[in-house]
């Protein structure tokens, strides 16, 4: 008996890897935006991965390996050859084949279906498995070997299709390097983690820092440029494929530019500072809720434009340009809800809290936010979102604020840091895709608070029950490619939440504050953006006495 050359792969193999070769990072995908399903990979942890260096890395994912381009020269492109036809010799010969051996496992029963012709290409892959099951056969000594005529037979089709069979050898070897790196690579079976480094280069610029209306001091703006960085490392984790559970570690040495700096929050950034200490950020676990919703709970940190539709087009450096108010003082732990009714009408609710883990205060008797949304798009180019919110604080200065710290001290205590304060919050959202690459927003916010106790706790001369009317409005704009592929500027400008109207009159705003903001994204690599930027307030604190500030940024960014 002759031995036979039979050491081909699986033929399935090309068909489980081609999503690999596709996009080599399928194997840790998670639930981003939308429900993307985890696949199962096999790991070993004590199978320690031999280091890498990056041509190795880049070999593996960046297209065909050498071999394939060498086998390009001296293979005929198997489009460019004849079918397979029923009638041929070959078709007949790897039928009979397969009802002998049963060795096709891609077919129902291992029966070879159809009367079709097939690529040459595609009948070699079926001819492929089956050799593989011979071998098998020779292989596990069971007295079951193959005929002499079928082993002629093989050998005939062998030498009749080389040229196939030597591609798709090439390719299973392509597969099985990838599959067998990304296995050992990868960082868990069942967690993806994805991160976030940043550095800063931030300064403040202006005469003096900011100060109330009825304040005297004038204390200069002596700052000095500053360099720092943050860490966000999300491990997302799928039990079910259609669900995500996000534990969320930062660390961060980065100056907001807030009071501490300019007098001001109206100057204040989107920046982490933890004295460089790692902590835990965030923590929920989100699951769908029939086919069009999606509930989350989370003890520590969550926050509704995860889920609802902020319909802000524009990546804002500032934690004003971010976001309307409406959603800034719903933030904590607790749950959210949001359902798609149909494509173009959604809703959703959100109860949001800082006390969660408190048994003072618990769920219902601490700071809390009720928030609800509905959200309507009449048209792909056109969408707006009408919002609700009910906020109560027994101590608004040591929680989160009326306006989640935004806008003038006026309008984040209208009646002081210590008296308890509660507050009927209602926005006004909108998106418009004025083209492919230009996108326009903006919002208006309106908040009625009251004072839940006397004023006087904070020192003020009020009453229980006092009133005051708080407003913020913005037009935001961004444009998408404008120099690079990929590359995003964006424009924001608006007011920041001001008090127009107060029982408490000593925290009225007498005049208005603007916010100017312009910021670009430009991509280096699909991994590394650097992001100038700056924003200027006029009147910081709504109070015309200040004079302007400015505050400008450039980050570079990595993400993997």
């Known amino acids: 008996m002759k031995n036979l ?68 020269e001296t293979i005929t492109n198997v489009h460019q050859l004849s079918d397979v036809t029923p009638d041929h010799w070959a078709y007949q010969a790897l039928q009979s084949l397969v009802e002998k051996y049963r060795c096709l496992s891609g077919s129902p029963g291992g029966n070879f279906n159809g009367n079709r012709a097939m690529t040459r290409y595609e009948f070699a892959a079926g001819l492929n498995d089956c050799l593989t099951s011979v071998r098998r056969l020779i292989e596990s000594f069971n007295n079951q070997f193959p005929q002499k005529e079928d082993l002629l037979v093989i050998e005939r089709l062998q030498a009749e299709f080389a040229t196939e069979l030597k591609n798709i ?23 993806v983690l994805r991160g976030v480094v940043n550095f800063n280069l931030i300064g403040a610029f202006g005469d003096r820092k900011a100060i109330s209306p009825g304040s005297h ?4 703006l002596d700052d000095n440029l500053t360099l720092s960085g943050a860490t966000i490392l999300n491990f997302d984790t799928s039990f ?74 524009v990546n804002s450096i500032s934690n004003f340009g971010a ?10 732990g607790g749950g959210v809800i949001y359902y798609n009714f149909t494509d173009k009408l959604a809703g959703g609710i959100s109860y949001l809290t800082d006390s969660l883990s408190n048994v003072s205060e618990g769920i219902f008797k601490g700071q809390y936010t009720l928030l609800s949304q509905i959200s ?50 209602f926005g006004l959202q909108f998106t418009y895709k004025l083209s492919t690459k230009l996108i326009l927003g903006g919002w208006v916010s309106y908040f009625n608070a009251k004072a839940e106790a006397s004023p006087s706790v904070s020192g003020l001369n009020g009453f229980r029950g006092a009133q005051a009317e708080i407003w913020s409005w913005a037009l935001t704009a961004f444009l998408a490619d404008l120099g690079k592929a990929g590359s995003q500027l964006s424009f924001v400008c608006g007011m920041p939440p001001k008090v127009i109207n107060n029982d408490v009159s000593a925290r009225e705003d007498p005049d208005t504050s603007l916010h100017f903001e312009l910021s670009y994204r430009y991509p280096v690599t699909d991994r590394i953006f650097i992001i100038p930027g700056f924003l200027v307030v006029t009147s910081p604190e709504h109070n015309a006495a200040n004079s302007p500030i400015w505050v400008g940024l450039l980050r570079t960014s990595f993400a993997f």
């Open 217 to 220: 001091s004038r204390e200069k």
């Open 240 to 313: 079910t494929g259609k669900d995500r559970l996000r534990t969320q570690l930062i660390a961060g040495n980065v100056n907001s530019f807030g009071s501490g700096v300019t007098g001001t929050e109206m100057t204040r950034l989107l920046t982490i500072n933890t004295g460089n200490n790692v902590r835990l950020g965030t923590l929920f676990y989100e699951f769908p809720l029939g086919k069009r919703g999606i509930i989350a709970i989370a003890p520590i940190a969550d926050f509704p434009t995860r889920i609802f539709p902020a319909f802000n087009p």
């Open 169 to 191: 050898t090439a390719k299973i070897d392509n597969v099985e390097q990838r599959v067998a790196f990304i296995e050992g690579h990868q960082f868990s079976p069942t967690t």
């Open 376 to 425: 309507y798009t009449p048209t792909k180019q056109f969408g707006f979102a009408f919002t609700y919110g009910h906020y109560y604080a027994p101590e608004p200065g040591i929680t989160n604020n009326i306006t989640g710290s935004k806008g003038s001290v006026f309008a984040q205590f209208p009646f002081g840091t210590s008296t308890a304060t509660s507050s009927n919050a």
């Open 323 to 332: 976001e309307s108010p409406i959603y800034s003082f719903a933030f904590g």
């Open 5 to 72: 050359n039979l050491s081909f792969s699986i033929t399935s193999v090309i068909l489980g890897g081609n999503l690999l070769i596709l996009s080599p990072v399928l194997g840790q995908t998670n639930l981003i935006s939308n429900s993307e399903e985890l696949p199962s990979v096999t790991y070993n942890p004590e199978s320690e991965p031999e280091e890498t260096t990056i041509e190795q890395i880049e070999r593996l994912y960046s297209g065909p390996p050498p071999v394939l381009d060498d086998l390009d």
